[in-house]
């Protein structure tokens, strides 16, 4: 037979259990609801990028920004798809491409030798621009809004179908 004891310590166990379960299910809704009525940090789509000086967002139907810096591998790792955001851009009416720069004159020439073939656009910072992370990319539309963004390297299909959207 299973003592008075053992019951005691399984009913306490379960109630225990059953409790935990509970409060953990009231906090997480507070503290869940609570957050997700916090304002978003960072760049949305929707959002008006503010302007850069040097960039009419007008000019095409298109913008594709590249928010990038001379240290950072990741940028670095991802000139063959700048390349080819270039090229794409290079033969279309439609659409426009620059990099855009946060850090001296004088460091932009590193990623021009790592094949970096956008036109360089310097900015202050990219705090302005809710930029948070390199490399950012960004699609605008003519008046500035971000239609789409990606943070890192871009992903082979999602590089397919920005380039799609470019020609």
Not at 11 to 34: D, H, M, W, Y
Not at 121 to 137: H, Q
Not at 144 to 149: I, M, S, T, W
């Amino acid at each position: 037979m299973i003592s008075k004891n053992v019951l005691d310590v399984a009913a306490n166990i379960a109630v225990l259990a059953v409790c935990l379960i509970i409060g953990g299910s009231i906090v997480e809704k507070r503290f869940f609801a609570q957050r997700h009525r916090e304002p978003v940090y960072g760049l949305q789509t929707g959002q008006a990028l503010p302007p850069i000086k040097g960039i009419n967002y007008g000019a095409k139907k298109r913008t594709v920004l590249v928010f990038a810096n001379t240290k950072c591998g990741a940028c670095v790792r991802s000139v063959p798809d700048i390349k080819q955001i270039a090229a794409t851009v290079e033969h279309t009416t439609n659409a426009q491409a620059f990099g855009i720069f946060a850090e001296p004159q004088s460091h932009l020439a590193t990623i021009r030798e790592a094949g970096f073939v956008l036109p360089a656009v310097p900015v202050e910072s990219f705090v302005p621009y809710r930029v948070a992370a390199t490399p950012t990319t960004v699609l605008l539309d003519e008046h500035g809004r971000v239609q789409n963004l990606w943070v890192g390297v871009l992903e082979r299909a999602t590089l397919e179908r920005l380039l799609k959207d470019l020609a």
